[in-house]
Structures are given as structure tokens and as C-alpha cells.
């Protein structure tokens, strides 16, 4: 036995948190395609906006890159607008692109991601 001490190893992501994720997708995919054909193709275009977002927010650099790829963010969002007596069906339909990204992201890279901090 050595004197280093070493970080605990994570197991890696089951099968669950992959058809989690997967079903999350699939779901929040499904409204936001409802919504945008319910409300016209600009809140179409923005949630299309949004699910590519995370992926583009990576070049901003590594702490923007994990903010972006959160899912506590769109739900706050999704919360407020629900709350809120706002009639811009936009916003919650990039919201829901934005969870639809996160999902998409987190269930293609479960079984590789780790979800510890790192710096930088």
C-alpha cells in the first residue's frame, strides 16, 4: 500500500439513468414539437435554437460548457414562465429545446461522463 491517496472511483451510469435521460428527451421533444406547431414556426425556430446551444457554449470555455450542459437551469425557466402571467410561447418553447439538448447530451455520454468537478 502506498501513502497517495486516491479520489473514489463513480460507477459508471446504468442502463436506468441512460433510458432516464433518453425518455426525457423523447418527451420534452414531443412538446416542443406540439408547441411549435401550435404557436407557428418562430417558437419552432427557437426552440431548434436552443437544443443546439449547449454544444456551441463549449467554446466559451469549460465553466460555461457545464452551466450550459445542467438541466436545472431550462427548469427553472420552464417554472417561471409557467408561473408567470407572460404570453410568449417562445420562451418556453427554447426552454424546452434547451432541456431536449441536456437530455440529448447527457444520455449520449452517460456511460462516459463523470459527474465530478474538475478545474479549469
Excluded: K, N
Aim: charged letters at 10%; hydrophobic letters at 50%.
Amino acid at each position: 500500500m502506498t501513502g497517495e491517496l486516491t479520489p473514489p472511483r463513480r460507477p459508471a451510469a446504468g442502463l436506468g439513468a441512460v433510458l432516464g435521460w433518453a425518455a426525457l428527451a423523447l418527451f420534452t421533444a414531443a412538446f416542443a414539437t406540439f408547441e411549435a406547431v401550435a404557436h407557428g414556426w418562430w417558437t419552432g425556430l427557437a426552440g431548434a435554437a436552443l437544443l443546439v446551444a449547449p454544444g456551441l457554449v463549449g467554446r466559451i470555455g469549460p465553466r460555461a460548457d457545464r452551466a450550459a450542459h445542467r438541466a436545472l437551469p431550462p427548469v427553472v425557466v420552464l417554472t417561471a414562465y409557467s408561473l408567470s402571467p407572460l404570453e410568449q410561447p417562445w420562451i418556453f418553447t427554447a426552454a424546452l429545446g434547451w432541456l431536449t439538448g441536456v437530455a440529448i447530451s447527457w444520455c449520449a455520454s452517460a456511460g462516459r461522463r463523470r459527474r465530478c468537478s474538475t478545474t479549469g
